[in-house]
């Protein structure tokens, strides 16, 4: 089975505007800013053979406020500038109580399924509790940036940037393969 890197899509690879404190997600191709300085990182990430999924809630779309279409213009454009694999969506709003809005583990056991990830072995990345959560529910390794939106759930690292983040996973990676070996 493979390993899988989960990254939270809004703030860790795209910017996000900040409004009273919470982060609001892009709602058009216009206002996307794909975080460019992810590629190498990213790259690095895929070449020691981890697949990346980037995850993300959009309640926006279950609201009616985020057009399905445009969404998917800027996923296109995700995909076209970063070295991913698959990026997984929950649509739904909280009050849908669906399986797989973050903190639910869905998205990751969804991903998992189609791509036959070892989640026991697989990581998280983000700047907000949320996935910290669904990586602890999944069975995966979470590592968090340092963020206002940490809250107090279980977490495995906290670093200063995704550049540490990527360097921890692959010392990680190593020490695991050496364990099995
Ligand atoms: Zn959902």
Redesign the pocket.
């Known amino acids: 089975m493979k390993l899988g890197v989960f990254i939270e899509r809004d703030g860790v690879l795209n910017l996000v505007r900040i409004e009273r404190q919470h982060q609001v997600s892009p709602l058009t191709l216009e206002e996307f800013h794909v975080k460019m300085d992810a590629v190498p990182l990213l790259k690095k990430l895929k070449a020691a053979g981890l697949t990346l999924i980037a995850t993300t809630?959009q309640p926006g779309i279950s609201r009616g406020y985020q057009n399905r279409r445009e969404m998917d213009r800027m996923h296109e454009l995700l995909r076209r500038l970063l070295p991913i694999d698959d990026i997984m969506v929950?649509?739904?709003d909280e009050t849908?109580r669906?399986?797989?809005?973050k903190p639910?583990p869905?998205?990751l056991v969804e991903a998992a399924f189609k791509w036959k990830l070892d989640l026991d072995r697989s990581f998280v990345i983000s700047d907000k509790w949320q996935d910290a959560e669904a990586a602890r529910t999944a069975g995966c390794t979470s590592l968090l940036i340092e963020s206002p939106w940490l809250g107090k759930v279980h977490r495995d690292f906290v670093l200063p940037d995704l550049g540490a983040i990527v360097d921890k996973i692959l010392h990680l990676q190593t020490a695991g393969r050496a364990m099995v070996a």
């Open positions: 809630n929950c649509p739904h849908d669906c399986p797989c809005r639910q869905g998205l």
